[in-house]
C-alpha cells in the first residue's frame, strides 16, 4: 500500500538491497518485489542443473524471465551460481562411457557452461557467484571434497574465475559461502580468497551469505568476519539472509506462529545487524534476504520439512513486521 515506505529507497545511500525470487513470485507479487528490492538473485533457476539440464541443452526461459523483470524495474541482478557441488547434474562429471569425467573434458564442459550463461546475461548480470560452498567446514581439510576438486585439483576456482571474467569483463565477481562468521571457516576462506587474488584471479568480492537465526551469531563474529574479509580490499555482498526463529539444532514442530518472544529477538537483531551493515557501507555494497516474505522460505523445509519458520521482514500477507520499522530505523541513524 501507498504508505509504506520502499525498503529499497529507506537505503538507497547505503546498499543495495536484494531478495532471492522464482518465476512464481514474481508472477503473483512482482509489484510487491520491484517496491521493496532493488536488487534479485534467482534461488534456484540459474544453477546448473536447471540452466543446463543436458549437455546439449540449455534452459533459459525461468533466467530470462528473472532478468526481464529485472531490467523492466530497473533492478540489478545477482547471478547464482556457476561451480557448486550441489544441484549440478551427475552427466557433468561423466565421460561418454559412463566413467569419470577426464580433467580435460570437465575442464571444456566449465568453459562451455560459463561462456554460455554469462555470456547470455552479458550486461544485465552485474555479480556473479562464481563459485559457492567450496570450503570444508566439518573437517581440518580447507577444500570441500567434491567432483569439482577431485578431478580438476585446486585450479578449478582460479579458472572459473578467469573464465567468467573473459565473458563478461564488466561483471563483479563473488566467492560465496556460509558458516562464514565460524572463526575457523573465516580464516580459510579469508585464506583461500587471498590466494587467489595473489595469483591475479579476477574476484571483486566475497559473498557472505548469513544464514543466521535470532540467537546467533554474535554481533562480534558478525563483525569481525567483515573486517577481516574487508582487509582483502573487496566488496562485500551479503547474499542470503535470513533469520530463523529456530536454533539449528531445534527441531520441535508445534507451532503454528512464532511466539512474541522469538518476535522481539527477531526484531532486535534485525534492527542491531542492519546497524553493523552500516558501519561497514565502504566495503557492504549489497544485502540480499533468501527470500521476499515469510510467504515462502527455502526454511519452511529445512532442517524439517513441513515446519513453518518466519526468517523475514515481511509477514505471510508481504504486509511489514515491526522487524521493517527497525531496519527503517536503522537507516535513518535515529
Ligand atoms: O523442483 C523440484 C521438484 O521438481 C521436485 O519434485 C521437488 C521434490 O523434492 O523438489 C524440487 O526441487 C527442490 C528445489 O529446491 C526447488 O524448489 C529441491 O528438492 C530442494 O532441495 C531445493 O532446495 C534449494 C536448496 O538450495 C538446494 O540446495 C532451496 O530452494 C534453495 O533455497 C537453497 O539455496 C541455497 C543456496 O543456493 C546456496 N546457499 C545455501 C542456500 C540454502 O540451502
Known amino acids: 500500500s501507498k504508505e509504506i515506505p520502499s525498503l529499497h529507497y529507506a537505503f538507497r545511500d547505503n546498499f543495495k538491497i536484494g531478495a532471492a525470487v522464482h518465476t512464481g ?9 520491484a517496491r521493496h528490492y532493488n536488487s ?48 549440478t547434474s551427475d552427466w557433468v562429471f561423466q565421460d561418454p562411457a559412463g566413467g569419470t569425467a577426464s580433467r580435460e573434458l570437465l575442464l571444456s564442459r566449465l568453459k562451455s557452461h560459463i561462456d554460455t550463461v554469462v555470456g547470455r546475461y552479458k550486461g544485465q548480470i552485474s555479480a556473479w557467484d562464481v563459485v559457492n560452498e567450496a570450503i570444508e567446514d566439518k573437517t581440518d581439510l580447507t577444500m570441500r571434497d567434491t567432483k569439482w576438486l577431485q578431478i580438476l585439483g585446486e585450479d578449478y576456482l582460479l579458472e572459473a ?15 560465496n559461502d556460509y558458516n562464514e562468521t565460524d572463526p575457523v571457516k573465516r580464516e580459510k576462506i579469508y585464506e583461500l580468497v587471498k590466494g587467489l587474488l595473489e595469483k591475479g584471479a579476477p574476484i571483486h568480492g566475497i559473498g557472505m551469505q548469513g544464514h543466521w537465526n535470532i540467537h546467533g551469531p554474535s554481533i562480534e563474529d558478525i563483525r569481525m568476519a567483515i573486517e577481516r574479509y574487508a582487509s582483502l580490499n573487496v566488496q562485500l555482498h551479503i547474499t542470503e539472509l535470513d533469520l530463523s526463529v529456530f536454533r539449528h539444532e531445534d527441531r520441535r514442530t508445534d507451532l ?39 510467504h515462502y522460505t527455502w526454511l519452511d523445509n529445512f532442517p524439517v520439512r513441513g515446519r513453518k519458520n518466519w526468517p523475514f521482514v515481511f509477514d505471510q500477507q508481504r504486509q511489514p513486521k515491526e522487524s521493517f520499522s527497525r531496519l527503517l530505523n536503522a537507516a535513518k541513524g535515529s
Not at 263 to 278: A, D, S
Open 161 to 175: 574465475f578467469r573464465l567468467a571474467h573473459a565473458a563478461d569483463p564488466q561483471a563483479l565477481l563473488f566467492y
Open 25 to 33: 513470485l514474481i508472477r503473483t507479487e512482482g509489484d510487491f518485489i
Open 40 to 87: 534479485i538473485t534467482a534461488e534456484n533457476q540459474m544453477k546448473f542443473e536447471e540452466i543446463h539440464p543436458e549437455e546439449e541443452r540449455y534452459s533459459f526461459e525461468a533466467g530470462d524471465e528473472i532478468v526481464d523483470f529485472a531490467v523492466r524495474n530497473g533492478m540489478s541482478v545477482r547471478g547464482h551460481t556457476l561451480v557448486w557441488h550441489n544441484q
Open 256 to 294: 503454528i506462529e512464532p511466539t512474541a518472544e522469538m518476535m522481539e529477538l527477531q526484531e532486535q537483531r534485525y534492527e542491531e545487524i542492519f546497524r553493523l551493515f552500516l558501519e561497514y557501507q565502504a566495503s557492504i555494497t549489497s544485502v540480499t534476504f533468501w527470500g521476499t516474505s515469510d
